[in-house]
């Protein structure tokens, strides 16, 4: 691996960690920037996972920190997203993720056009605390996207945080907050079972992991420093750019 090849995904996993930290989405721009180097896909997904793994830690600690984080929620709903991502990883090892891609297109469209339509959909905490029927309808949420964060995982963060707005009622920043804890847990997760199956190149992952907790810090600090306001409109943004980006690798 050359030091140019490396240097092009510290900088792809910098800006994907910022932009993952605010809204996710930033396996879009770092799983590509991998296999533009010439990593085979199992490779990248398991080089992309350790690295992003690192930059997830960071964002949920500072997103801890600032109490956004509902841990009497997350007890119920992180176990789902590990023993979905388990079953990712092996789905994924097994097969290629590809056929994928059109469905998260349509999906990340349809959120996408739903949040522009909705203009109070996520501006404010609409949390009313939880009952049965919400943890379940919780832990339908985050096990199957669990499962799609150990299989593919692009576009996994934006999904939970949308899931969380609509079965929670959380604003923007407090699903982001959330989303972060959940897709934490699904990283670890695959990233030891990646690890197990010799599917991770350090040379490439430690020092994008270092640019991609830097990078996620600066995401963390300016979703929580300006709010709600800010964070919807950069995840209409980022949710359609994702669809042109993918619709761009179709073709």
């Not at 994907?16 to 010439?38: E, K, N």
Request: one cysteine or more.
């Amino acid at each position: 691996m050359s030091l140019l090849s490396i240097i092009i995904v510290c900088l792809a996993g910098f800006f994907g960690a910022v932009v993952d930290a605010i809204v996710g989405g930033g396996g879009l721009i770092t799983t590509p920037a991998l296999l533009a180097v010439g990593l085979p896909i199992h490779l990248a997904l398991g080089t992309n996972k350790f690295a992003s793994t690192m930059g997830t830690f960071s964002s949920s600690y500072h997103y801890y920190k600032s109490g956004n984080v509902n841990m009497k929620l997350l007890k119920y709903l992180l176990p789902f997203s590990a023993i979905g991502s388990a079953i990712g990883v092996f789905s994924v090892l097994a097969l290629n993720p590809d056929f994928l891609r059109v469905l998260v297109i349509v999906l990340v469209f349809i959120i996408g056009g739903y949040t522009l339509i909705k203009k109070d959909l996520g501006l404010v905490d609409r949390f009313s605390g939880i009952n049965k029927k919400k943890i379940k309808k919780g832990t339908m949420l985050a096990f199957p996207l669990g499962f799609y964060d150990g299989f593919f995982g692009p576009g996994t963060g934006s999904f939970i945080i949308f899931g969380l707005i609509s079965i929670f009622g959380f604003d923007f920043k407090k699903a982001s907050a959330n989303a972060k804890l959940m897709n934490l847990t699904s990283n670890v997760v695959a990233f030891l079972l990646f690890l197990t199956h010799g599917k991770i190149m350090f040379q490439v992952a430690i020092p994008m992991a270092i640019c991609m907790a830097i990078g996620a810090k600066v995401g963390a600090h300016l979703a929580i420093k300006k709010g709600a306001g800010f964070i919807k409109p950069v995840f209409i943004l980022v949710s359609f750019a994702l669809v042109i980006k993918m619709i761009f690798d179709l073709i």
